[in-house]
């Protein structure tokens, strides 16, 4: 069952998750959750954007170490209904310094509370730590 929250209580569950960098709400509207999705609706109110046909669109780096490294980039679809909030779906995806796209992750039928842990998500499109295997010992050969 799908469970709606309102913006502060939506933001708290996410940034309690470790989704508490910047984002951008629908390519605009910069800051931290709370903040960018309450921008967003209070210019929608005033006429100056309108609201989507389909969910919002939340974007922000959960990895980043400079342009000389690779990033990770996370976009989140949000269902709003009534000044209510809930996740719909999640993208993670991770570009060398380049921009081209090493690893993505896609999460779907997601609801605020069974969202990833913002490093449980990165790790999904981090390569896995190689395990070094030492040399055997020389074998008694017969």
């Known amino acids: 069952m799908e469970v709606l929250s309102d913006l502060s209580t939506f933001a708290e569950i996410l940034t309690d998750k470790g989704y508490d960098g910047y984002f951008h709400t629908q390519g605009a509207y910069a800051g931290k959750l709370e903040e960018s999705i309450g921008e967003y609706l209070e210019n929608c109110q005033k006429g100056t ?3 989507p046909k389909q969910d919002l669109l939340l974007t ?9 490294e690779p990033s990770v980039k996370c976009s989140m ?9 809930s996740l719909n779906r999640m993208e993670i995806e991770k570009k060398d310094r380049f921009g081209q796209l090493l690893k993505t992750a896609e999460l779907t039928n997601l609801s605020t509370e069974t969202a990833l842990k913002a ?5 999904l499109v981090n390569d896995e730590q190689k ?5 055997s010992p020389k074998r008694f050969k017969l």
Do not use: I, M, P, R
């Not at 922000?60 to 000389?68: D, M």
């Not at 490093?119 to 790790?123: E, G, I, L, N, Q």
């Not at 395990?131 to 040399?135: D, P, R």
């Open 119 to 123: 490093v449980d998500a990165v790790a």
């Open 131 to 135: 395990q070094v295997a030492g040399q």
């Open 60 to 68: 922000g780096y959960l990895q980043w170490s400079g342009e000389e």
């Open 49 to 51: 954007d309108s609201l």
């Open 77 to 85: 679809w949000v269902k709003y209904l009534n000044g209510k909030f």
